[in-house]
């Protein structure tokens, strides 16, 4: 199995502030990542794919970079919408075991 | 737009069975793979089952192999998950997913781009 680590558990932020939340892979996974974002008592929302394609909607101030088993998700200006809890996930193996990390939780400082 | 509603959740004692629906619009449902992710109370999300837009290929995890069934019906637009042998760590939010992969001739996607509200499933005596 794939384990998915992201850090830090807790980011404490205030709005206008740069965000940078990372996800390690236990293997090379390539660019086979997603981020979801998660409010509370609301389903997870696709952010970012492919380790770097904003899903649809998804406002320019949310990037993601990386490949291999580094990976990290930058928020460039936090906008009070953007205190939540974000996960990564892994989708490399065929046939599928898809695997989260534990979740950064973002909150205002 | 995509909409997904799940139903059938409960209460449930350990050991015992529940089937979850999933009823599904607005897109080609039988052009895409689909899922269900699981979220116990304060944790984070586990994935826990898979089907291929035809049926013909499913999926899971070792935690819930051979206690979980997935199925669909592509002519009712609906995803199933028969759970048997429930225990205690199988409480949870059960959402449905929708893959963002359109089936095109190969295996790909494994990211989820639509979510069910989700619903709760309760284990204990």
Known sequence: EIVMTQSPAIL??????????????????????????????????????????????????????????????????????????????????WPPSYTFGQGTKLEIK | QVQLVESGGGVVQPGGSLSLSCAASGFTFSNYYMHWVRQAPGKGLEWVAFIRHDGSG???????????????????NTLSLQMNSLRPEDTAIYFCAKDMYEYSGYDAGGYFDSWGQGTLVTVSS
């Open chain 2, 58 to 76: 499913k999926y899971y995890p070792d935690s819930v192999k051979g206690r979980f069934t997935i199925s669909r019906d592509n002519s009712k």
């Open chain 1, 12 to 93: 404490s932020l205030s709005p206008g502030d740069r965000a940078t939340l990372s996800c390690r892979a236990s293997q090379n996974i390539n660019s086979n990542l997603a981020w979801y974002q998660q409010k509370p008592a609301q389903a997870p929302r696709l952010l970012i794919y492919h380790a770097s394609t904003r899903a649809t909607g998804i406002p320019v101030r949310f990037s993601g970079s990386g490949s291999g088993t580094e990976f990290t998700l930058t928020i460039s200006s936090l906008q009070s919408g953007d205190f939540a809890i974000y996960y990564c996930q892994q989708y490399h193996i």
